[in-house]
Protein backbone atom coordinates (compact mmCIF):
# COMPACT_ATOMS: atom_id res chain seq x y z
CA UNK A 1 0.00 0.00 0.00
CA UNK A 2 1.01 3.46 -0.57
CA UNK A 3 1.57 5.91 2.14
CA UNK A 4 -0.89 8.25 0.72
CA UNK A 5 -3.62 5.94 2.57
CA UNK A 6 -2.40 7.02 5.98
CA UNK A 7 -3.52 9.74 8.30
CA UNK A 8 -1.72 12.80 7.93
CA UNK A 9 -1.75 12.12 12.22
CA UNK A 10 -0.11 8.86 11.49
CA UNK A 11 2.51 10.78 9.01
CA UNK A 12 3.70 13.45 11.57
CA UNK A 13 4.08 10.55 14.06
CA UNK A 14 6.20 8.44 11.84
CA UNK A 15 8.07 11.83 10.73
CA UNK A 16 9.15 12.15 14.76
CA UNK A 17 9.71 8.61 14.78
CA UNK A 18 11.97 7.86 11.64
CA UNK A 19 13.93 11.19 12.86
CA UNK A 20 14.10 10.16 16.44
CA UNK A 21 15.54 6.38 14.99
CA UNK A 22 17.76 8.43 12.38
CA UNK A 23 15.97 6.97 9.38
CA UNK A 24 17.31 3.63 10.01
CA UNK A 25 15.14 0.70 11.68
CA UNK A 26 12.29 0.18 8.96
CA UNK A 27 11.24 -2.98 9.54
CA UNK A 28 10.72 -1.91 13.08
CA UNK A 29 8.69 0.98 11.97
CA UNK A 30 7.01 -1.13 9.47
CA UNK A 31 6.00 -2.87 12.26
CA UNK A 32 4.91 -0.04 14.38
CA UNK A 33 3.17 2.30 11.63
CA UNK A 34 1.14 -0.56 10.80
CA UNK A 35 0.22 -1.49 14.30
CA UNK A 36 -1.02 2.13 14.57
CA UNK A 37 -3.35 1.78 11.60
CA UNK A 38 -4.95 -1.10 13.20
CA UNK A 39 -5.50 0.75 16.65
CA UNK A 40 -7.14 3.44 14.09
CA UNK A 41 -9.36 1.05 13.31
CA UNK A 42 -7.87 1.20 9.51
CA UNK A 43 -7.88 -2.02 7.79
CA UNK A 44 -4.37 -1.42 5.50
CA UNK A 45 -1.39 -2.09 5.98
CA UNK A 46 2.04 -0.72 4.30
CA UNK A 47 5.18 -2.00 3.31
CA UNK A 48 8.67 -1.84 4.45
CA UNK A 49 9.49 -0.82 1.32
CA UNK A 50 6.77 2.54 1.11
CA UNK A 51 7.79 3.28 4.70
CA UNK A 52 11.63 3.29 3.07
CA UNK A 53 10.78 5.03 -0.11
CA UNK A 54 8.77 7.37 2.67
CA UNK A 55 11.49 7.87 4.98
CA UNK A 56 14.36 8.47 2.12
CA UNK A 57 11.81 11.19 0.58
CA UNK A 58 11.82 12.91 4.26
CA UNK A 59 15.39 12.45 4.71
CA UNK A 60 16.51 14.16 1.66
CA UNK A 61 13.71 17.01 2.26
CA UNK A 62 15.31 17.52 5.58
CA UNK A 63 18.79 17.54 4.08
CA UNK A 64 18.01 20.05 1.64
CA UNK A 65 16.34 22.30 3.84
CA UNK A 66 19.60 22.29 6.12
CA UNK A 67 21.72 22.69 3.90
CA UNK A 68 19.37 25.76 2.35
CA UNK A 69 19.22 27.33 5.52
CA UNK A 70 22.93 27.50 5.99
CA UNK A 71 23.30 28.84 2.69
CA UNK A 72 21.00 31.39 3.68
CA UNK A 73 23.27 32.41 6.85
CA UNK A 74 26.67 32.23 4.74
CA UNK A 75 25.15 34.69 2.41
CA UNK A 76 23.89 36.46 4.90
CA UNK A 77 27.59 36.74 6.60
CA UNK A 78 28.76 37.67 3.07
CA UNK A 79 26.45 40.42 2.37
CA UNK A 80 25.22 41.79 5.70
CA UNK A 81 25.50 45.27 5.03
CA UNK A 82 23.19 44.29 1.74
CA UNK A 83 19.52 43.10 2.13
CA UNK A 84 18.44 43.22 -1.20
CA UNK A 85 21.33 40.87 -1.79
CA UNK A 86 20.59 38.37 0.82
CA UNK A 87 16.62 38.58 0.06
CA UNK A 88 17.52 38.03 -3.91
CA UNK A 89 19.79 34.74 -3.10
CA UNK A 90 17.40 33.68 -1.04
CA UNK A 91 15.12 33.60 -3.50
CA UNK A 92 17.25 32.10 -6.35
CA UNK A 93 17.95 29.00 -3.50
CA UNK A 94 14.07 28.83 -2.88
CA UNK A 95 13.22 29.02 -6.81
CA UNK A 96 16.24 26.14 -7.15
CA UNK A 97 14.52 23.99 -4.67
CA UNK A 98 11.12 24.07 -6.42
CA UNK A 99 12.44 23.67 -9.61
CA UNK A 100 14.51 20.49 -7.97
CA UNK A 101 10.61 19.40 -6.85
CA UNK A 102 9.52 19.83 -10.31
CA UNK A 103 12.33 18.01 -11.96
CA UNK A 104 11.83 14.90 -9.46
CA UNK A 105 7.97 15.20 -9.36
CA UNK A 106 6.74 11.59 -9.71
CA UNK A 107 4.21 11.63 -7.10
CA UNK A 108 2.94 14.87 -7.68
CA UNK A 109 -0.95 15.42 -9.04
CA UNK A 110 -1.78 18.27 -11.26
CA UNK A 111 -2.41 20.52 -8.32
CA UNK A 112 0.55 20.20 -6.66
CA UNK A 113 2.46 20.89 -10.19
CA UNK A 114 -0.03 24.35 -10.40
CA UNK A 115 1.19 25.48 -7.24
CA UNK A 116 4.45 24.67 -7.46
CA UNK A 117 4.23 27.09 -10.88
CA UNK A 118 2.42 29.26 -8.98
CA UNK A 119 5.15 29.81 -6.48
CA UNK A 120 8.03 30.17 -8.82
CA UNK A 121 5.97 32.57 -10.55
CA UNK A 122 5.61 34.27 -7.45
CA UNK A 123 9.12 34.20 -6.19
CA UNK A 124 10.35 35.63 -9.46
CA UNK A 125 7.65 38.52 -8.53
CA UNK A 126 8.66 39.08 -5.78
CA UNK A 127 12.90 39.48 -6.57
CA UNK A 128 11.70 42.15 -9.54
CA UNK A 129 9.27 44.00 -6.93
CA UNK A 130 12.46 44.08 -4.54
CA UNK A 131 14.94 45.38 -7.25
CA UNK A 132 11.69 48.11 -8.49
CA UNK A 133 11.14 49.41 -4.89
CA UNK A 134 15.12 49.60 -4.38
CA UNK A 135 15.91 51.31 -7.80
CA UNK A 136 13.09 53.86 -6.78
CA UNK A 137 14.23 54.74 -3.63
CA UNK A 138 17.51 55.13 -4.63
CA UNK A 139 16.23 57.55 -7.79
CA UNK A 140 14.26 59.36 -5.00
CA UNK A 141 17.64 59.84 -2.76
CA UNK A 142 19.68 61.27 -5.94
CA UNK A 143 16.80 63.67 -6.21
CA UNK A 144 16.45 65.09 -2.63
CA UNK A 145 20.68 64.62 -2.50
CA UNK A 146 20.46 67.01 -5.72
CA UNK A 147 18.11 69.44 -3.89
CA UNK A 148 20.43 69.51 -0.83
CA UNK A 149 23.69 70.00 -2.72
CA UNK A 150 22.73 73.94 -3.54
CA UNK A 151 22.01 74.39 0.21
CA UNK A 152 24.89 76.57 2.02
CA UNK A 153 24.10 74.92 5.64
CA UNK A 154 25.74 71.31 4.21
CA UNK A 155 29.37 71.50 3.25
CA UNK A 156 30.33 69.14 0.20
CA UNK A 157 32.15 66.99 2.48
CA UNK A 158 29.53 65.92 5.14
CA UNK A 159 26.75 65.71 2.33
CA UNK A 160 29.34 63.21 0.56
CA UNK A 161 29.59 61.15 4.00
CA UNK A 162 25.93 60.75 4.10
CA UNK A 163 25.52 59.73 0.15
CA UNK A 164 28.69 57.31 0.99
CA UNK A 165 26.42 55.85 4.07
CA UNK A 166 23.16 55.76 2.91
CA UNK A 167 24.09 54.15 -0.52
CA UNK A 168 25.26 51.17 1.34
CA UNK A 169 22.22 50.79 3.19
CA UNK A 170 19.89 51.10 0.45
Known amino acids: MAM ?3 PPELLAK ?7 KNFTQ ?6 WLNSMLAEAGLEVQVSR ?6 GKKLQTLLENVKRSSE ?9 ADDEGE ?3 ATIRIAQD ?4 LLVDAEELTP ?13 ADSDTRVKKYREEVRQKLEQKFAELQPRKEIDKDTLALVMREIYGIV
Open 97 to 100: KLFT
Open 86 to 88: INT
Open 26 to 31: YSELTD
Open 4 to 6: TNV
Open 71 to 79: MARAIASVY
Open 111 to 123: KDLGNLARAIATL
Open 49 to 54: SAVYRY
Open 14 to 20: LDRELKG
